[in-house]
């Protein structure tokens, strides 16, 4: 067994750390049904209750963020929108949770008599 061990990088830990409440910000996102500031409002009110970074980093921090990634803008009238990248991640995120929770089944092994557009003559199917 190998070990590889590298500098401390205390950036690549905060980056990661950022990386999840992102998700969790997306979880937010959904409930809310797409609305950014409902979602913002939530995420302070659990920055503040679980003291995110241990005062590390701000929540003005993380919604600059989501702006300098490319997950959210601001539109003319100064709210916050998701932008195109944001929907994406969130459709992403959303696909992941509902594939990854999915359990495989068993393959194939059930009985149709209706046939499908294949040329396989199947003895269920037979005339």
């Not at 190998?2 to 937010?28: A, G, S, V």
């Not at 049904?33 to 995420?43: C, I, Q, T, Y």
Request: proline share 2%; no cysteine; hydrophobic share 30%.
């Amino acid at each position: 067994m190998d070990y590889r061990f590298e500098k401390f990088d205390p950036q690549t830990i905060k980056d990661e750390r950022l990386e999840q409440l992102r998700q969790l910000f997306n979880q937010l996102l959904m409930r809310t049904g797409g609305d950014v500031e409902e979602a913002l409002d939530w995420m302070q009110r659990l920055w503040e209750y679980h003291n995110f970074f241990d005062g590390e980093v701000s929540f003005g921090e993380f919604k600059e963020y989501l702006e300098e990634k490319g997950y959210l803008e601001q539109d003319e009238d100064g709210y916050l929108e998701i932008t195109q990248k944001g929907d994406f991640s969130l459709r992403s995120d959303a696909l992941l949770e509902i594939f990854s929770s999915l359990k495989k089944d068993a393959l194939g092994d059930h009985r149709t008599d209706h046939s499908g557009i294949g040329f396989d003559v199947l003895p269920e199917t037979r005339p």
